[in-house]
């Protein structure tokens, strides 16, 4: 066995861990091409590059927030459906995916400028009489990034209400559970894992995106990935954007951690022997 997963584990090594191990050199690489901390000093005393990790962690809790709110009830929607009705359904969620990321980038540009369809919707309705700042800003940011993100969190939230047994609820019906209570003591514990797994996808993927903060940001949302470039062009070593990848990749990881730990937990021993 072992020689034969030999070859897949040397691929492994080479195509992974070798470019990480690089990485993280060229991270200790000071401005005078010796090896020093600096990068990862400059990191924790700098304010500009503190700023940069809030407003990463801002904008990726408040994609994933809003991802889960917006998720729930459609994942939850299409597992009432009959499968074939869901399944032509599940197209909608998927279609976007299908798009190029640069296209929806920028049409969510001309939708929500201020002369955009969004602004004049609102302006013809009454509801608003000078249009809103939705672009280049953080709100602008987070909606094209929702728009992206938001089959992230629905396919695997879906998979795992598809493999909840119906007969629970008609059970807990039987002896007298409300809807409500049976949804809230039944369903939603065993759909926890599917909904940790997509939330913890979302905010993992938010925390590297770049075309979206860039084009809806305006410049004015920085966020790691953008930082990260601009040390490339700026600087003339590698070493702080590799410094700023290496964190970043150390934060990506924890979290990974902290959220199969939560899904191992919660998933029923039952779940886990079939």
């Known amino acids: 066995m072992l020689r034969l997963a030999l070859p897949a584990s040397l691929l492994v090594l080479i195509l992974l861990f070798v470019p990480?191990?690089?990485?993280?050199?060229?991270?200790?690489?000071?401005a005078d091409g010796g090896l020093s901390?600096?990068?990862?000093?400059?990191?924790?005393?700098?304010g500009a590059y503190v700023a940069i990790f809030v407003t990463t962690f801002q904008v990726s809790?408040?994609?994933?927030?809003?991802?889960?709110?917006l998720g729930y009830?459609?994942?939850?929607?299409?597992?009432?459906?009959?499968e074939k009705i869901s399944n032509i359904l599940m197209l909608a969620v998927l279609i976007p995916c299908w798009t190029s990321l640069l296209v929806r980038t920028y049409a969510w540009l001309v939708l929500l400028q201020r002369r955009g369809v969004v602004n004049s919707a609102l302006i013809?309705?009454?509801?608003?009489?000078?249009?809103?700042?939705?672009?280049?800003?953080?709100?602008?940011?987070?909606?094209?990034m929702v728009h992206?993100?938001?089959?992230?969190?629905?396919?695997?939230?879906?998979?795992?209400?598809?493999?909840?047994?119906?007969?629970?609820?008609?059970?807990?019906?039987?002896l007298g559970a409300s809807p409500s209570r049976a949804f809230r003591d039944i369903f939603l514990p065993l759909s926890a894992p599917g909904l940790i797994a997509g939330a913890m996808l979302v905010f993992v993927m938010s925390l590297g995106f770049y075309i979206t903060p860039v084009i809806l940001g305006g410049g004015k949302v920085q966020m790691i990935s953008q930082r990260i470039e601009a040390s490339v062009s700026l600087f003339p070593t590698w070493g702080p954007a590799s410094a700023l990848a290496v964190v970043l990749l150390i934060l990506t990881a924890?979290?990974?951690?902290l959220s199969w730990i939560a899904v191992r937990k919660l998933t029923p021993v039952e779940t886990e022997a079939q």
């Open 124 to 144: 013809d309705l009454g509801l608003i009489d000078q249009p809103l700042q939705l672009v280049h800003n953080m709100a602008g940011t987070v909606i094209g």
């Open 254 to 257: 924890a979290f990974l951690l």
């Open 20 to 30: 990480i191990g690089w990485l993280m050199s060229l991270s200790f690489l000071g």
């Open 61 to 69: 809790l408040w994609v994933t927030l809003i991802c889960v709110l």
């Open 148 to 174: 992206i993100m938001l089959p992230f969190l629905v396919l695997p939230l879906y998979a795992a209400m598809r493999a909840i047994d119906g007969n629970l609820l008609r059970a807990a019906g039987n």
């Open 37 to 46: 901390f600096e990068n990862y000093t400059r990191i924790w005393t700098e």
């Open 73 to 82: 009830p459609v994942a939850y929607t299409l597992n009432l459906l009959p």
